[in-house]
T-cell receptor, first 111, second 112 residues
């Protein structure tokens, strides 16, 4: 069991560029989440999914889109990156219980 | 190094001593609580959880205490070790809620 994996680990973008962050889990979890973490601000929810084919907005969804075409994958897209999106992005998943399990993170720098 | 710990409350503890990390939660409807540990450069890692029908739960070297009257949660770490140096987050949720609400975290620094 690899658990929750995230690709890539680190990326540098220029303002206006687009990219997709991939989250994969091999635990057959129904629920998946994308968070961003900034210094002193804790974890903020961007989008989440309660099952394959579903997505919902979180606390800070603007500038991001997501897709959950397969149960094991949850993609986070930035269509036009901005410096304010420089952050560490974490994916998490959970089964029916409430505990979320996190991936190792993707560090994104937007110049 | 990891920048998530900037501007966080910091607890410095001598190796071998016990640590107590506190968390005040806001939602009186919350009925499930989790403590996470985040080491530098890594994702949050589940430590222990507790439901609102309990006041105390023990794990390996860790104990979580819940005081619903004052909406307070604490994590006690026994015989703190250098590997316990990390940021610790509490999280809360309620029945039917698909989301967790996270606290901002507390930095623990273990002094050898």
């Amino acid at each position: 069991n690899a658990g929750v994996t995230q690709t890539p680990k680190f990326r540098v973008l220029k303002t206006g560029q687009s990219m997709t962050l991939l989250c994969a889990q091999d635990m057959n979890h129904e629920y998946m989440y994308w968070y961003r973490q900034d210094p002193g601000m804790g974890l903020r929810l961007i989008h989440y999914s309660v099952g394959e084919g579903t997505t919902a907005k979180g606390e800070v969804p603007d500038g991001y889109n997501v897709s959950r075409l397969k149960k094991q994958n949850f993609l986070l897209g930035l269509e036009s990156a901005a410096p304010s999106q420089t952050s560490v992005y974490f994916c998490a998943s959970r089964p029916g219980s409430k505990t979320q399990y996190f991936g190792p993170g993707t560090r994104l720098l937007v110049l | 190094g990891e920048s998530v710990g900037l501007h966080l409350p910091t607890l410095s503890v001598q190796e071998g001593d016990n640590s107590i990390i506190n968390c005040a939660y806001s939602n009186s409807a919350s009925d499930y609580f989790i403590w996470y540990k985040q080491e530098s450069g890594k994702g949050p890692q589940f430590i222990i959880d507790i439901r609102s029908n309990m006041d105390k739960r023990q794990g390996q070297r860790v104990t979580v205490l819940l005081n619903k009257t004052v909406k307070h949660l604490s994590l006690q770490i026994a015989a703190t070790q250098p590997g316990d140096s990390a940021v610790y987050f509490c999280a809360e949720t309620s029945y039917g809620n698909n989301r967790l609400a996270f606290g901002k975290g507390n930095q623990v620094v273990v002094i050898p």
